[in-house]
């Protein structure tokens, strides 16, 4: 299947500061990219849907300002979590789509808010 | 409002044995349903897709099935090994464009040799 990249694997900060994660789709363009977030026996909770070059489409109770996403590009999107708390401690899961139903999913990335 | 429902219980088998996860939702109609595998502090992995024409499908030992009318996808992995050991997902599709899918909360298997 194709390879979707994350980076960082794992961050650990301190509250107020913010934590930019990127995600990219190594072998394939990526039409839609989607970010979610896992806690610990949780399902994925999808908190957005970027397309490239256009704005994210953000769910509900997802605050935009918070979480900032730039789709720069068909290979690359980015989430921002600005001023992060220790509330915002999780795992934040990316996968690419390329027109198909099937998502690709990243390794993900480990978030601790001290 | 919609509804995936997997069992939360973990399901413990013996090697060799047929391994069958259930997924249920409700209000809810769904184009396809997928089955994503998801090993601890990792991304989950796609394995299987079904449409609602599609009564089964099959790839290598796995198997799954859709019943619209029930409202039920199983997932049976066969001649389980202890490889198979992980949090098997359920995720549907939602209706809206961007094949934004909703997933349910996964059923951990353990098989044991």
């Known amino acids: 299947g194709a390879v979707v990249s994350q980076h960082p694997s794992r961050v650990i900060c301190k509250s107020g500061t913010s934590v930019k994660i990127e995600c990219r789709s190594l072998?394939?363009?990526?039409?839609?990219m989607f970010w979610y977030r896992q806690f610990p026996k949780q399902s994925l909770m999808l908190m957005a849907t970027?397309?490239?070059?256009?704005?994210?489409?953000?769910e509900q109770g997802v605050e935009k300002d918070k979480f900032l996403i730039n789709h720069a590009s068909l290979t690359l999107s980015t989430l921002t979590v600005t001023s992060a708390h220790p509330e915002d401690s999780s795992f934040y899961i990316c996968?690419?789509?390329?027109?198909?139903?099937?998502?690709?999913f990243g390794p993900g990335t480990r978030l601790t808010v001290l | 409002s919609q509804k995936i429902e997997q069992n939360s219980e973990a399901l413990n088998i013996q090697e060799g044995k047929t391994a069958t996860l259930t997924c249920n939702y409700t209000?809810?109609?769904?184009?396809?349903l997928q089955w994503y595998r998801q090993d601890p502090g990792r991304g989950p992995v796609f394995l299987l897709l079904?449409?609602?024409?599609?009564k089964e499908k099959r790839k290598e030992r796995l198997k799954v099935t859709f019943d619209t009318t029930l409202k039920q996808s199983l997932f049976h992995i066969t001649a389980s090994q202890p490889a198979d050991s992980a949090t098997y997902l359920c995720?549907?599709?939602?209706?809206?464009?961007?094949?934004?899918?909703?997933f349910g909360a996964g059923t951990r298997l353990a098989v044991h040799p």
């Open positions: 995720a549907l599709e939602v209706s809206g464009g961007y094949n934004k899918l909703i």
């Open positions: 970027s397309n490239e070059g256009s704005k994210a489409t953000y």
């Open positions: 079904i449409r609602e024409n599609e």
């Open positions: 996968s690419a789509a390329g027109g198909a139903a099937e998502q690709f």
């Open positions: 209000n809810y109609s769904p184009a396809y």
């Open positions: 072998d394939f363009q990526a039409t839609t």
